[in-house]
């Protein structure tokens, strides 16, 4: 298989896999689940791949953990709001 | 920084980071807040990662994903376990 499709399927599997978890924190309006600590970790975690993909020059770790941050972004946001309340 | 060690540095955030979970449900026995389908698709886009880093031949990505496999079958396990009670 080519290589970039197979990274791209890759990374559509592992980032998508939080994608059941920010549709669950919207809808029950709910993140007693989650720890924002946990998901600091993980964009730290995700933003280094993201400069280990510039600098091996590759684009499907570029792509697909881009899209990791925008979704745990966004959930941490819903979870610093819902902890508050 | 080196491209390994920052691969390395990644890999640990980006997998550790389920750790807490793993903590969480072995302590509590329970595995209600966990969907074994997405640890199954978590798992396969892992699994693929690590197929992805032989084809580059990148051990960062080779040693991180597999710890990652290793610590969601775990959990998966414990899902599976804790759901048929």
Same mark, same amino acid.
Not at 8 to 15: K, M
């Given at each position: /298989?080519?290589?970039? %499709? +197979? $990274?791209?399927? !890759? $990374?559509?599997?592992? #980032? $998508? #896999? /939080? =994608?059941?978890?920010?549709?669950?924190?919207?809808?029950? *309006?709910? !993140? @007693? @689940?989650?720890?924002?600590? /946990?998901?600091? &970790?993980? =964009? #730290?975690?995700?933003?280094?791949?993201?400069?280990?993909?510039?600098?091996? @020059?590759? +684009?499907?770790?570029?792509?697909?953990? !881009?899209?990791?941050?925008? &979704?745990? %972004?966004?959930?941490?946001?819903?979870?610093? =709001?819902?902890?508050? *309340?």
């Amino acid at each position: /298989m080519n290589e970039n %499709v +197979l $990274g791209i399927i !890759a $990374g559509l599997l592992t #980032s $998508g #896999s /939080m =994608i059941p978890q920010l549709v669950k924190v919207i809808k029950e *309006k709910n !993140a @007693d @689940d989650l720890s924002s600590g /946990m998901l600091i &970790v993980l =964009i #730290s975690g995700v933003s280094l791949w993201i400069w280990y993909g510039f600098l091996k @020059d590759e +684009l499907p770790i570029i792509l697909t953990n !881009a899209f990791s941050v925008v &979704v745990n %972004v966004t959930l941490l946001i819903y979870c610093l =709001i819902y902890k508050n *309340k």
